[in-house]
């Protein structure tokens, strides 16, 4: 059947089964967009108010339902506006297409209006991007761009239309989309048995998993394993959700600001097994000391990542469901009682806990939130202390529900993604923790939320700082506060409803309380809660740049005297 390329674009969207896409129009993709009035009943399309908030939307599409996320966009500005969106997942291994549609084939070159060279700048933030000057390219293409996006390691995928492409017609035969397979094993009989005997042998095994046992849909085979060897388990940021936080082998977050517990687990451990994380410096801190008395085996999907930032004893490269399935059946059962109690004594003694003098403090905040939302909640976060609070206080249960940028710590992440996924689950509560730096970062993209109906809920940690990097102000630069203090005039609730959302500041756990009860029983628009709070709350522990995981700051005194 012949069609023209926009026509043929919405097609193959329909063909991946594309539901929903975020985006903003243009002069260079209106065609794709006369198609989108085409086809408005099959697909929904989302207009956010800017095109960086229309990536982290398709990110936080992606990231709580597993499948490729879409954004779209025009040429230049449109498509250099999703640059840090697609660099955010890619980051985080996060699978998402992103169209855009440049100048005509012509005026390529020529520094055309609106015209840039958008391939070339998201290359090294893609895991493959492609140019389309044809439209008999364009159903090949996008096969293949969704198939790069989903398989193995996920990442974005950038698709550059030029507008005559568009335009042209070419003739279209619908296809059932290729199956992508993960289920895959590289490494051979040998690499396991190597790895199964140093798990047999081990008397202190320690479990550190990340982000690639989400992707995989790995949780089962990670719960299964740690039965199996009776290991206590560490999770970095992405992986938070792979495995319980209620369950008493969890010995809470790894890295820069992971539990005391877990900072003991990997000096002692004789064995470490870290299966879909990337040994990233914010999770191993200083590599000379990090896990120093044990063999270390890393399971990953990606061979570029072995040896890449911690040399290791043994590997297994392959999809982590397939390797965990593997080593569950070739496993015998083991017992460690003495290096699980000693596990569970730390976790006694070292509790991850906030120590202040006010109620209404980090730690009680975020508990109130869990408590009224429930274990069910997709929590999504901006980047900063409120980020890592979150992390520690509210205790994911369940793979995909914590959604926030890891790798790039992308600030102003939190209301795109919020969106994104409560498109995804309209039924499901929302709540996206942010800071009042990140706040005002993205803070139109309420606007979307209101119009859409999209009743997501906005918990602002308001401390008048930019929280994070005043830390390490306070900490590190003698407390030399240069441009942390934000002062900004803003009137948080006149702000968010002017654009079209319910606010609340609240400065105490009753007004939190009663503010998020409002909030849940309201389904029809987005709610801000701004929650006024101490600029001096830190986000402890905290292993130091550069030092050693096993040593971390648990306290700092009245006097600015470090305790570890």
């Known amino acids: 059947m012949i069609k023209n390329g926009a026509d043929i674009v919405l097609e193959c969207l329909l063909e991946q089964g594309v539901d929903t896409v975020f985006g903003y129009p243009g002069g260079a993709i209106l065609n794709v967009y006369d198609s989108f009035y085409k086809y408005s009943g099959k697909i929904r399309h989302i207009l956010t108010s800017h095109e960086q908030g229309a990536a982290h939307a398709a990110d936080g599409y992606a990231r709580s339902t597993g499948k490729v996320g879409v954004c779209v966009a025009t040429s230049g500005p449109g498509a250099t506006n999703l640059v840090t969106g697609i660099a955010t997942a890619y980051m985080d291994s996060i699978p998402l297409v992103a169209i855009t549609c440049n100048v005509a084939n012509n005026l390529l070159g020529k520094d055309s209006f609106q015209e840039v060279d958008i391939v070339g700048i998201t290359m090294p933030v893609t895991k493959h991007n492609f140019l389309i000057k044809s439209a008999d390219e364009i159903a090949p293409t996008f096969r293949r761009a969704f198939k790069i996006a989903a398989s193995g390691r996920p990442g974005p995928v950038l698709i550059d239309i030029t507008k005559d492409a568009t335009a042209g017609e070419a003739d279209y035969k619908k296809e059932i989309p290729e199956r992508v397979d993960n289920y895959k094993i590289e490494s051979d009989s ?52 792979a495995f319980p936080a209620s369950d008493s082998a969890f010995t809470g977050m790894i890295g820069m600001h992971g539990s005391k517990t877990t900072s003991l687990a990997v000096k002692h451990c004789d064995l470490l097994i870290n299966i879909g994380s990337r040994f990233s410096d914010r999770v191993i801190c200083d590599p000379a000391t990090f896990a120093r008395r044990a063999k270390i085996v890393h399971i990953d999907v990606d061979r570029a990542e072995i040896n890449k930032n911690i040399l290791t004893d043994a590997y297994l490269i392959g999809d982590a469901r397939a390797v965990l399935d593997e080593l569950n059946k070739r496993l015998h059962k083991k017992k460690h009682s003495e290096w699980m109690s000693k596990i569970a004594g730390w976790k006694q003694k070292y509790p991850v806990k906030y120590k202040s003098d006010s109620e209404f403090n980090p730690e009680t905040i975020i508990k109130e939130i869990k408590r009224q939302t429930g274990e069910n909640t997709y929590l999504v976060t901006d980047v900063g202390q409120h980020q890592m609070w979150a992390a520690q206080f509210f205790g994911i249960e369940k793979p995909r529900h914590f959604l926030s940028s890891g790798g790039l710590g992308t ?14 689950h309209p039924d499901s509560v929302v709540v996206n923790i942010s800071g009042d730096g990140c706040f005002h970062m993205n803070l139109q993209e309420l606007s979307t939320a209101a119009t859409q109906k999209l009743p997501i809920i906005d918990v602002v940690m308001n401390n008048n700082v930019l929280g994070m990097v005043r830390q390490w102000q306070r900490l590190f630069y003698g407390e030399r506060f240069s441009h942390t203090t934000l002062n900004k005039p803003t009137n948080y609730d006149m702000v968010a409803k002017g654009l079209g959302a319910d606010a609340y500041t609240v400065t105490n756990i009753e007004e939190l309380g009663k503010a998020l009860s409002v909030a849940l029983k309201n389904r029809t628009k987005p709610t801000v809660i701004n929650c006024v709070i101490n600029p001096d709350h830190a986000v402890l522990p905290m292993v130091p740049g550069g030092e050693s995981i096993e040593e971390p700051i648990l306290e700092i005194t009245a006097d600015g005297k470090e305790v570890r």
């Open 190 to 241: 040998a690499a396991f048995d190597k790895v199964i005997e140093m798990i047999e042998k081990a008397e202190r095994p320690l479990i550190m998993a990340g982000g690639g046992i989400i992707a995989s849909g790995a949780s089962k085979e990670l719960h299964k394993l740690q039965k199996t060897i009776d290991a206590p388990v560490t999770l970095a940021t992405m992986g938070l959700g």
């Open 411 to 424: 600030m102003g992440y939190g209301v795109g993604a919020a969106i994104g996924a409560q498109a995804a």
